[in-house]
């Protein structure tokens, strides 16, 4: 977004809508010192808006065609997207972006184009909470069809997780736990793009996967498949008309991708982007290790053992060696991420010729998974050992399976007896520390957890005694509550709208804490003008986003007399 933003400090920006999008689009512009020149809206009853201590016109939209086109940027800032982005290609004034406040999900936001086998998918199957039946959507007859189909209906998938019409597509989407407001500002092109090709082609045969057991992936049917080459007229279509942002992501997973039927046209079309290839490394392919060169992309292979004896047990191929040297023929081109599977009695005994790799590859993270299909009993005394071990030698590591901590907290409350921790020597503390705070199911999880551990970290940083409350939250922000619970700090007037929570809290409280961006300047001007300081007001909303470490103090200079 940032780089929108700075690309617009040269141009003449126009705000088309002036409802109340519009003035929250304005507030975020300003504050990033950019000044629109006025609006333009279809409504002639709205003549002026003011915003940033200075009133701006709003005109009607033929006022747009007296522009020099060069030099001109439209932001649309109403909720009738689609009809204004008509107009304004109509009206010949080129391409403009949006600013929205939305209901979606990450998948629908960074607009994936998942191809998977004969579909395309919205979302990542991973991260729908085992949600298999999300939305989908055939390939059609040509390239161009599919994609416009795609395009199309993901703007009817929008407007009906927004209400604007009937459930139908958003079927799948209306439980999903991804499901939350977004605060919009872009372009409408394809940011990333998945390729999983079935089926699949692959020369391993670990134990823990199905892929090779399903007679559909014989490498008869697999060797023949057409998809790598629709997907590349796909990517094709989409490159010809502008539809491919320029820093989208490409994520190869399976399919094996450096065997797989057409490689050679795939790569080519995707050799202008950052890419995530996933293959099991046993052949080294010149065309990926240029784009771990050229574009910063990266590689993950999941080694699964750090001997060439469970390599064998685990892959079903002798070819450890030649493996481990193909990685370090890609880790000279760039970056190269290993994962590690942890089978309990098959590969856990591996952890120092795992360790011995990842220092000849100079690496010093990992990710780790175990087979969830395992019971988690069995494999918990392995995880703890194996991390304890990569934790003693300086090694980090993200661990993703498929369990809530919630339900981790349920199986260690039900299986850790007494006889098992004498068993392991393990106590239920230690068990907690490491499954709690270090285990992570799934990629919100993870982004609950980074946002956890940084309003942690923020809360500690002020004086010991500070009174928060919070202002107009909305049920995500449990999340906040939890924290201060878990630090054992008192937490005012929780999930009343911010006018309530200010004047509640307004003679208890030194420190109010909002977690919603598009209201912040609301909020602010309603404190203010009720005799508050703005100062004291923590905007914590960008940390849930960002994953950055806590930056707010420097930016905002808040309330410098309650920090330690
Ligand atoms: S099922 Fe969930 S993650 Fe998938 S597209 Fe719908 S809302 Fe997004
Ligand atoms: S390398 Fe991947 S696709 Fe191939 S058998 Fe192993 S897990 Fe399955």
């Not at 009738?80 to 629908?108: H, P, T, V």
């Not at 992570?440 to 942690?456: A, F, L, M, P």
């Not at 960002?546 to 410098?560: C, V």
Request: glycine residues 4%.
């Amino acid at each position: 977004m940032k780089k929108i933003l700075d690309s617009l400090k040269n141009l003449k920006v126009v705000l088309f809508g002036a409802g109340g999008n519009g003035r929250i689009t304005l507030e975020k512009l300003i504050d990033n010192g950019i000044t629109p020149s006025y609006f333009v809206d279809n409504n002639r009853d709205i003549t002026n808006i003011f915003g940033g201590r200075r009133i701006f016109s709003v005109n009607p939209p033929e006022v747009l065609l007296n522009e020099d086109k060069s030099n001109l940027k439209i932001i649309i800032s109403s909720d009738w997207y689609e009809e204004i982005e008509a107009q304004i290609k109509e009206m010949g004034l080129g391409e403009c972006l949006f600013s929205r406040n939305i209901k979606c999900c990450d998948w629908i936001i960074h607009i994936l184009l998942g191809f998977q086998d004969d579909k395309i998918v919205f979302c990542c199957e991973s991260s729908s909470d085992f949600n298999w039946d999300r939305p989908k959507f055939p390939y059609l007859d040509t390239a161009e069809e599919t994609i416009l189909n795609f395009l199309q209906k993901r703007e009817t998938l929008i407007e009906e997780l927004n209400n604007k019409s009937d459930i139908d597509i958003a079927k799948p989407c209306i439980n999903c736990t991804r499901l939350r407001e977004y605060d919009l500002f872009g372009d409408n092109k394809i940011k990333t793009i998945s390729v999983s090709c079935y089926p699949s082609i692959c020369q391993a045969k670990c134990i823990y996967c199905g892929v090779y057991t399903n007679p559909q992936n014989n490498f008869e049917n697999a060797k023949h498949s057409h998809y790598p080459k629709m997907i590349t007229e796909m990517i094709l279509y989409l490159q010809k008309n502008n539809l491919i942002a320029d820093n989208c992501l490409i994520i190869f997973t399976p399919a094996e991708i450096t065997i797989m039927p057409h490689k050679d046209l795939l790569l080519d079309a995707t050799a202008g982007y950052r890419a995530q290839f996933t293959t099991n490394g046993f052949v080294f392919e010149p065309k990926i290790a240029d784009s771990l060169k050229k574009n910063g992309s990266d590689i993950l292979v999941s080694l699964d053992s750090g001997t060439r004896t469970t390599f064998k047990l685990v892959k079903g191929l002798d070819l450890f060696e030649k493996t481990v040297d193909n990685l370090k023929r890609y880790r000279h081109y760039g970056k190269v991420k290993i994962k590690y599977n942890i089978l309990s009695g098959v590969n856990d005994s591996d952890i120092d010729g795992i360790i011995d790799i990842l220092k000849a590859l100079n690496i010093s993270y990992m990710n780790l998974s175990f087979e969830y299909h395992m019971p988690l009993r069995t494999a918990f005394y392995p995880i703890v050992k194996f991390v304890n071990r990569l934790k003693e030698n300086g090694l980090s590591f993200a661990f993703y399976a498929y369990y809530s901590v919630h339900q981790i907290d349920n199986f260690i409350e039900r299986y850790f007896t007494a006889e098992y921790q004498n068993e392991y020597e393990q106590k239920n503390d230690h068990l907690r520390e490491v499954f709690r705070n270090e285990f992570i199911n799934d990629y919100e999880t993870y982004k609950q957890y980074v946002y956890h551990i940084e309003i942690r970290d923020l809360i500690k940083r002020f004086k010991k005694g500070t009174r928060f409350a919070l202002l107009g939250l909305a049920s995500l922000d449990n999340n906040i509550i939890s924290t201060f619970q878990k630090l054992g700090v008192p937490l005012l007037t929780p999930n009343l709208p911010y006018n309530e929570s200010y004047n509640a809290a307004k003679e208890n409280a030194d420190i109010f804490i909002i977690r919603n961006k598009a209201k912040f300047h609301d909020v602010k001007a309603y404190v203010e003008s009720n005799g508050g300081d703005g100062k004291r007001l923590l905007d914590v909303e960008k940390y849930y986003y960002s994953f950055e470490p806590a930056k707010l103090f420097s930016e905002r200079n808040i309330a410098e007399e309650y920090l330690k």
